[in-house]
């Protein structure tokens, strides 16, 4: 492994996060070259490397000090953070900003069809989700026994293809739920993207570095505002 003094960010290499994330690192001044299938991008006017990863990595890069920083939507950093503490693996790092992109909720929804009362009605039903620990802590929380099923994917056919009563996915339109003729009833978490830091000391250049970069991001966001 390069042992390098270059600030390593680790952003999601495609998806919805991506074009948002890198857009913000070239407004506060990084000048990056991204070459579609590589790994790592080099920025050309800074000690920085983006290490473009899947989403799902980028909690555990950080957690484990592989990155130094790390933009990541929060339902996937609490998400990590929950699997590994229940793991007995450190889950430490430092949230530096919360982002104005990657907005949305985690929230359960049932079949049009389903005699919807409350929370209540799910006691003893199979609930198809991306995000188990979520949903298990949010259902310990209220005190309902029903149970978490793990799908990577899919996740809104479920009930259509008789794997779960019920569904637990990220809703940002609501398009998708309609789609598949379901409602949105109850709200799980309620997520945007975050900048993350690994804890633990980093070198004086990299806390120098990082201390230049987040007030420009300060001014960039405020913009928007
Ligand atoms: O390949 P990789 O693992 O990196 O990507 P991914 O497919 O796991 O993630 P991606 O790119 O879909 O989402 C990355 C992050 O974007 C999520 O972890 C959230 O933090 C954030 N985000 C914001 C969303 C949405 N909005 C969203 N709407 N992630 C997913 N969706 C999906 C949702 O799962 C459902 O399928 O969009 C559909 C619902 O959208 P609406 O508009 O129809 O409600
Ligand atoms: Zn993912």
Redesign the pocket.
């Known amino acids: 492994m390069s042992n390098s003094n270059r600030l390593r960010i680790a952003v999601?290499?495609?998806?919805?996060?991506?074009d948002d994330s890198i857009a913000l690192l070239k407004a506060i001044g990084i000048k990056l070259q991204i070459r579609d299938r590589l790994l790592i991008a080099h920025s050309t006017n800074q000690d920085i490397d983006l290490l473009r990863?899947?989403?799902?990595?980028i909690p555990g890069l950080v957690m484990d000090g592989v990155a130094d920083l790390g933009f990541?939507?929060?339902?996937?950093l609490e998400e990590k953070m929950l699997e590994r503490q229940s793991a007995n693996k450190t889950a430490s790092f430092i949230t530096l900003r919360r982002l104005d992109y990657?907005?949305?909720r985690l929230s359960i929804a049932v079949p049009n069809e389903f005699n919807y009362q409350s929370l209540a009605s799910l006691e003893g039903k199979k609930v198809a989700t991306?995000y188990p620990y979520l949903l298990e802590r949010f259902f310990k929380d209220k005190g309902i026994n029903a149970q978490a099923v793990m799908l990577t994917?899919s996740?809104?056919v479920a009930p259509r293809a008789g794997v779960a009563d019920a569904i637990c996915?990220?809703?940002?339109?609501?398009?998708?739920?309609?789609?598949n003729g379901l409602t949105e009833k109850d709200e799980v978490f309620v997520?945007?993207?975050v900048l993350i830091q690994k804890s633990g000391a980093l070198s004086e250049e990299k806390q120098a570095l990082i201390a230049r970069l987040l007030p420009r991001m300060d001014g960039v966001l405020q913009a928007k505002e």
């Open positions: 999601q290499k495609s998806g919805r996060l991506s990863v899947r989403d799902d990595d990541i939507g929060e339902n996937e990657g907005g949305c991306t994917g996740v809104e996915d990220l809703v940002s339109t609501g398009a998708t739920l309609e789609a997520s945007k993207a």
